[in-house]
């Protein structure tokens, strides 16, 4: 879990201003090597899910730490991959409800689709008769950090039910299709092997009725500790739990597959750190405030799921500490990155770092309230890299038409 110096910190906010996101790709080499070591003695290919965070800087790093290639799910995703050298056999998408331009799009690239209802490879079938595709069934096992964000289950929006494989085997058949991937994703955030074993074996249940599924891909999801000091997830147990599984398929089956996987925030999230100023603080109702220049629109992650970021001061760190509420700039009431923490007690002007931002954090950052977009630094060894700009009002209102004064 990533922390700045108080003298890195001061230097990188005296140079760019705050909000500012500050990421050390040491930590991101790390949680990749984490993973592949995890699964070194499985025939896995790693897609890291880019949804997760897009900066090119930063996906350059996963890259060149062995992360073989790129789970998109939208058509920029897709581009922003071919740009950065990623061949179409190395990106996976896997979209939710696309639109026929956007599979056309995908289809055209020659990039494998995971497809997630009966309309979409239908769909895709008339389009693109006769090629490689793979579904997304719904495992109606799910699990997750919190109910926003578990995708397995059978309330979910997300892949084709159990029930409807006789339907997609008609698709398959009416089109020449050649099915060949069968996907599954339980949720984000899941700690334990019980929910990825039950997926697993659902995904092996349905690919042994199709003779030419030759990938199992099991998503992604596995979870990230936000807490300081607490034991991470030990992912070597996730490998352990499938192996028996995949192997007594490959005996049943007589196929050789080969396996995926698709973390997303797992190899970024620690990375990653938010820098505010203190800008206010006030005692209400026995309450203290800690109000910072930052808010949702940089970090939504706590008022969209309740999720919990640790906040450190940076400024003071040898300080006593003291029970607060640190809130954004927003005047939303959500607008909270955490409803009570202890703290080191903090001044206004101080410098406070929000961490394990680098997952969904710049990603869904928006421009409510015209906030500017925060600028991103990349921190390699001891070189301060900036990697995105600050937006300026100009960029901001650059995609306006002309209006009248």
Known sequence: MYIPSKKLAESIVDQYGTPVFVTNADIIRDRAKSLL???????????????????????????????????AVSPNEIQLAL?????????????????????????????????????ELMRFGKMFSGAKVSIRISPEVGAGECAKVVTGDSESKFGVTL???????????????????????????????????ASVKAVCAVARTFPEVSILDFGGGFGVEYYP???GIQLESFAR?????????????????????EPGKFLVTQSTV???????????????FVGVDAGFYNLI???????????VNV?????????????????????????????????????????????YGSAMSSLYTMRPFAPEILIEGKKKILTRKRQSYEEMMSNFTPFEK
């Open 241 to 261: 739990a499938l192996q028996p599984i995949v192997r007594r398929f490959e005996q049943e089956t007589k196929r050789e597959v080969e396996l995926r996987i």
């Open 301 to 311: 992650r706590p008022a969209m799921y309740g999720a919990y970021h640790h906040i």
């Open 83 to 119: 740009e950065l050298g990623y061949l179409p056999e190395q990106i996976i998408f896997t979209p939710s409800n696309p639109s026929e331009e956007e599979m056309r799009f995908a289809g055209e690239k020659g990039v494998l689709q995971n497809l997630g209802s009966l309309s």
């Open 274 to 288: 938010l820098l505010a100023r203190v800008t206010t603080i006030k005692e209400k109702k026995g309450n203290i």
């Open 229 to 231: 000091n607490k034991k």
């Open 163 to 197: 029930e409807q494989m006789d339907d997609v085997r008609k698709i398959v058949q009416r089109y020449q299709l050649h099915l060949i991937g069968i996907h599954s994703h339980v949720g984000s955030g899941f700690y334990q092997t019980k929910e990825f074993t």
């Open 315 to 359: 400024s003071r760190p040898r300080s006593k500490k003291q029970r607060v509420k640190v809130v954004g700039n927003v005047c939303e009431t959500c607008d909270v990155f955490n409803e009570g923490i202890d703290i080191k007690m903090c001044h206004e002007k101080d410098i406070i770092a929000i961490l394990c931002s680098g997952g």
């Open 37 to 71: 070591e995890a699964f070194s003695d499985t025939s896995m290919k790693m897609f890291y899910a880019i949804k997760a965070n897009y900066n090119p800087h930063i996906v350059r790093v996963i890259k060149n730490s062995g992360i073989y290639g790129i789970d």
